[in-house]
């Protein structure tokens, strides 16, 4: 069997040297000012903390692209949602529908949108808020030792199946997914004494999220010899994260601020720490 090609990655023992460098990066990263300019502002824009839950949800999941198109679809869903998703989403039934007539993000679609309302519909009658539903498929993971996120897809979806294009919006790391958006809005959700990251969820702890993998991410990771797998899938989360957890075992997915950071910080890596130069 051929040996499947890899980048260069940086030693395990040599990995701490990164740490300053990565630090001062979040440093400059996760300032207030990003909020603005950043999805993650639906958490901040509201008060009630299910509007909060169910806000960040959907700002999460829509989360392809340019950060600035994003908001702006983002927004427009909240205003035909008038601006209160919980009751909007509690409340939801066909008569509703209009008011999702003709919304489309990307491959988002109205029908997308109206089969994951139902979904979180049923949640919030049964659970109450969303932080109860997410708390209820932790346990399970743990239970069957099986990754979060698969669990969570799988759970989501016993409600209301909808139909497949639907169920491709809400990511399975069973299915090989790096499931970088429903890993975001667990960074935004579960990090605490964060200036950005809100931190409204207390089911699992920080020290377990996982790195939401996009392809910005990855390329820096590479760049720094952090990730050797070529493919961002869930196997490169797993690899990534793992040395993460070696800077800060309690918080490895700060460092999202910091591999993200160099894409759109004014920041020059030190020759010295380039493993791989072309990624």
Not at 48 to 59: R, S
Request: glycine share 4%; proline share 5%.
């Amino acid at each position: 069997m051929s040996k499947v090609s890899r980048h260069r990655t940086i030693p395990l023992k040599r990995i701490p040297e990164l740490k300053p460098f990565l630090d001062e990066i979040v440093r400059k990263v996760e300032v207030p000012s990003y909020i603005d300019s950043d999805p993650i502002l639906f958490l901040h824009a509201y008060d009630d903390v299910v509007d909060k839950q169910l806000a960040g949800f959907f700002a999460a999941i829509m989360a392809w692209g340019r950060r600035d198109i994003v908001i702006a679809k983002v927004s427009e869903l909240m205003e035909r949602m008038g601006h209160q998703p919980a009751q909007f989403i509690r409340s939801y039934s066909e008569v509703n529908r209009e008011a999702l007539s003709g919304f489309k993000h990307r491959t988002f679609t109205e029908e997308d949108v109206h089969h994951l309302v139902l979904n979180l519909s049923r949640i919030l009658a049964d659970y109450g808020d969303f932080e109860g539903f997410w708390r209820s498929v932790y346990e399970q993971s743990k239970l069957q030792n099986r990754e979060l996120i698969a669990t969570f897809h799988e759970r989501f979806f016993e409600y209301h199946t909808g139909p497949q294009r639907t169920r491709k919006h809400i990511a399975s790391s069973e299915k090989g997914s790096s499931c970088k958006r429903l890993y975001l809005y667990l960074r935004w959700t579960v990090r605490k004494n964060s200036i950005i990251d809100p931190g409204i969820y207390d089911f699992m702890p920080p020290s377990e999220l996982m790195i939401p993998l996009d392809v910005h991410v990855a390329r820096h990771a590479r760049r720094l010899g952090l990730l050797g797998r070529k493919q961002n899938d869930w196997r490169a989360v797993q690899e990534l994260t793992k040395k993460l957890r070696l800077l800060d075992p309690e918080d490895p997915s700060k460092y999202d601020y910091a591999l993200f950071g160099l894409g759109i910080a004014d920041v020059e890596v030190p020759e010295e720490l380039i493993i791989t130069r072309r990624v």
